[in-house]
């Protein structure tokens, strides 16, 4: 089962694992990106009104477009400060680290889990700059055996996406990508 780390200024999680301790557990990501339709009145683009005529058309966008970046994660420590930090007012320059790692059995150069006899080993890496949590959803059911879960959405300006290349548990080297999103006004 893989995990997801989610490294937030001033959010402290409950994370074992050894040189990312106390960061914030996620269960799910999920990353929805790409260019906009042109003419389509999809994603709140915006939209030219011809009063004389009564028509509507949306404007021209060709811009490249985050759609949404959304972290589900089980409620626990870090829980009360991502809300505060979804309701706080809209910090500069917050740099977010999502950290993937791949879990197994045995100890192959990774890094020990602090759960049982559970190891993991990075393989993934995203760096977002200027980011904000533009939405906070916090769900409980009735299912006994859960605390609730919660959802967040984040908006950034750079994505840095870094994937370490392995061949039987060896380095082999890294592969980058990078993207810069432009702005919308």
């Known amino acids: 089962m893989p995990r997801i780390l989610l490294d937030y200024p001033g959010i402290k999680g409950e ?3 050894r040189n ?3 960061l914030a557990d996620c269960v799910s990501f999920d990353l929805s990106s790409g260019k906009r339709e042109v003419g389509g009145f999809n994603y709140d683009d915006p939209i030219e009104d011809n009063s004389y005529f009564g028509s509507r058309k949306a404007q021209k966008q060709d811009k490249l477009g985050v759609d949404s970046l959304k972290l589900e994660r089980h409620f626990d420590l870090a829980s009360p400060k991502l809300m505060q930090a979804a309701f706080d007012p809209q910090k500069k320059d ?7 790692f791949r879990t197994f059995a045995q100890l192959q150069g990774g890094e020990y889990f602090g759960e049982s006899d559970i190891f993991a080993e990075p393989y993934l890496t995203i760096i977002l700059k200027n980011t904000q949590i ?3 959803v916090l769900s409980v059911d ?3 055996s859960s605390n609730g879960t919660e959802t967040i959405s984040l908006a950034f300006d ?3 996406m870094t994937y370490q290349h392995q061949i039987d548990g060896r380095k082999i080297g890294q592969i980058r990508g990078d993207i810069t999103l432009a702005s919308k006004s």
């Open 20 to 22: 990312y301790k106390n």
């Open 15 to 17: 994370s074992l694992i």
């Open 134 to 136: 533009t939405e906070y």
């Open 94 to 100: 917050v740099t977010a680290t999502i950290h993937f």
């Open 142 to 144: 009735d299912d006994d």
């Open 158 to 160: 750079q994505l840095q």
